[in-house]
């Protein structure tokens, strides 16, 4: 029996938060969940050191 998985590709909106966050020199680590679309970011920012890049481009605090 096989088991198709699904890999959900990163989205333009992503990319583009992550090219700025590394223009910015903000962006420290990202990890990629291929499986959910969702990015794991940490930042230089005291105010959101920990976060996660949705697909729509929105994001929310880690914990």
Same mark, same amino acid.
């Given at each position: 029996?096989?088991? &198709?998985l699904l890999?959900?590709?990163? #989205? &333009?909106?992503?990319y583009l938060? *992550?090219?700025? %966050?590394? #223009? *910015? &020199? +903000? *962006?420290?680590?990202? *990890?990629?969940n291929e499986? @959910? $679309? @969702?990015? +794991? @970011?940490? #930042?230089? /920012? /005291?105010? %959101?050191?920990?976060?996660? +890049? +949705? !697909?729509? $481009? &929105?994001?929310? !605090? $880690?914990?």
């Amino acid at each position: 029996m096989e088991v &198709d998985l699904l890999i959900v590709e990163p #989205t &333009d909106a992503q990319y583009l938060i *992550l090219n700025a %966050l590394e #223009t *910015l &020199d +903000l *962006l420290q680590f990202r *990890l990629y969940n291929e499986n @959910i $679309g @969702i990015w +794991l @970011i940490i #930042t230089a /920012s /005291s105010v %959101l050191p920990r976060a996660y +890049l +949705l !697909p729509n $481009g &929105d994001i929310i !605090p $880690g914990e």
